[in-house]
Every structure is written in C-alpha cells, then in structure tokens.
C-alpha cells in the first residue's frame, strides 16, 4: 500500500467550481505539504503543516485554502477555480524537513 | 527573494554519455540542498547535500556542493535511457519567522536516447 495516497488523481471542472484535493499518509509524520507543478516553473509550495494545530502559507496561497483533520490528513481546498489553476499537485510528507515523500499527484484541469 | 536556478533546462543526450547538470542559487539562511528525479510520477529523492566539498554517490548518480560559490552539480556517468527525467534541486532554509521552508528550481528534463 502507498504511503501517501491523493485523491482524485485527476479531476476536470469549470472555472467559479469549488474543489477539494485530500490527501493522507500512513507514515506517522507530523509534517506534510502541498505542492504544485507546472511545465517550466518546478515544484512551488501552496501550503504546509507541521502538525495539526499548525498551518502555513508558502509562496503561492493565494486562491487556495487547506485544513488538517488529523495527523495522518491535509486537505486543499480551491474555493472557486480559475483556468491558471490547471495544474499537477502533490502532496507530501516529512518527519524531518530533508527528505520528503510525495504523493502520486492530482491532475486538475480547469475549464 | 530566496532562488534556486538549475541549467541546462532541457539536456539530450545518447546511452553511454556523462552528463553534468547545474543548480545555483542565492537563499538567506541556508540549511541544505537537495535533489529530487522525477519520472511519470511523484518525485523521488537522490541527494541531501549540507557540506562543501563531500560528495555523494549512489551508483552512477554523483552530487557535490559549493557553499562559497553558491551551486551545486549532480552527474550521471554512463547514462541509461531510464537516466530520463525532470532532475529537481531544491534548497531548505530558514525563514526570518525560524520556520523551515524549501524553494525549488524549474528542473533539468533529460532526455536519454538509445
């Protein structure tokens, strides 16, 4: 079984739509991060938790919100999608902040 | 504002070649370095680089740092169509709040032909 699971793994909706990417892991880590990537521009970071009670915005928030239900859950939440949210997202984890282990990724296209 | 600038951004080469791909960068508050292979799928972790000067091999793969000159190099000697892949650098800082934060740069998509 994987350690970091997402769900959906790919999703298509309509620009103004309300979204909800979730995300759990199995590794008992208390860190965990979204990411997004685009064609050219790498992994950037949406936002992080180092653990429940902790949230953190990292350099592209805007336009996204997240919640961590638990330890083991970090959900992001785009509360109305625009077209330039079209993107791969990715999950992760750490229990140290060096190395980290991804998810398998969520395609979002925004129509 | 913290950067991490790998180069080339795209590198093809054939079976058999060494390659050599770059990552500099300019970050308040250095912690580490590090480098990611992405295939179809999530990244996987390689190196974790913290030292000038010590390098890090894992089979064919081969990394080191230059903390004074701020880059640093990942090498793939004998290169394998399965070598194909975006190649991501990511530096970990510190935040001035002392929280912990990574900045990735736009990746090196290698291309291995047969």
């Known amino acids: 079984d994987a350690d970091v699971t997402q769900t959906p793994r790919n999703r298509i909706t309509k620009t103004g739509k309300r979204i909800m990417l979730e995300c759990s892991q199995t590794k008992g880590h208390d860190r965990m991060y979204w990411y997004r990537q685009d064609p050219g521009l790498g992994l950037r970071l949406i936002y992080y938790s180092f653990d429940v009670k902790d949230i953190n915005k990292g350099e592209i928030s805007d336009g996204y919100s997240v919640s961590r239900q638990a330890q083991a859950k970090f959900s992001l939440s785009l509360e109305s999608a625009i077209p330039n949210q079209t993107a791969l997202y990715f999950c992760a984890t750490s229990d140290s902040y060096n190395e980290q282990f991804f998810g398998p990724g969520t395609r979002l296209t925004v129509l | 504002e913290d950067k991490v600038v790998q180069s080339p951004l795209s590198l093809v080469v054939h079976e058999g070649d060494t390659v050599t791909l770059n990552c500099s960068y300019e970050?308040?508050?250095?912690?580490?370095l590090l480098w990611y292979k992405q295939e179809k799928k999530a990244p996987t972790f390689l190196f974790m680089l913290?030292?000038?000067?010590i390098e890090k091999k894992s089979g064919r793969l081969s990394s080191i740092l230059d903390k004074k000159e701020l880059f640093s190099i990942l090498n793939i000697t004998a290169t394998q169509t399965g070598d194909s892949a975006v190649y991501l650098c990511?530096?970990?800082?510190?935040?001035?709040?002392?929280?912990?934060?990574?900045?990735f740069g736009k990746g090196t998509k290698l291309t291995v032909n047969p």
């Open positions: 970050v308040t508050n250095f912690r580490s």
């Open positions: 990511a530096v970990e800082l510190l935040t001035q709040g002392g929280s912990e934060k990574l900045v």
């Open positions: 913290t030292s000038s000067g």
